[in-house]
């Protein structure tokens, strides 16, 4: 029965620490896609105040 309780806690520990690394990767993955958000906005208001200018 012991050895059971190892076996379910070293699993238990590894879905842990994938499940954490899955979350890392995709909070990586939206500061990337929000950041870009964030550039193409920027360029886009510049562009229309440049056009606006003229």
């Known amino acids: 029965m012991g050895m059971l309780l190892d076996i379910v806690g ?3 520990i590894c879905v842990s620490t994938l ?3 899955q979350e890392m ?3 990586a993955i939206f500061d990337d896609v929000s950041s870009v958000a964030m550039a193409v906005i920027m360029a886009a ?3 229309f105040i ?3 200018r003229l």
């Open 25 to 27: 990767r995709f909070s």
């Open 50 to 52: 440049a056009t606006r």
């Open 10 to 12: 070293g699993l238990s």
């Open 19 to 21: 499940w954490d690394l």
């Open 45 to 47: 208001v510049s562009c």
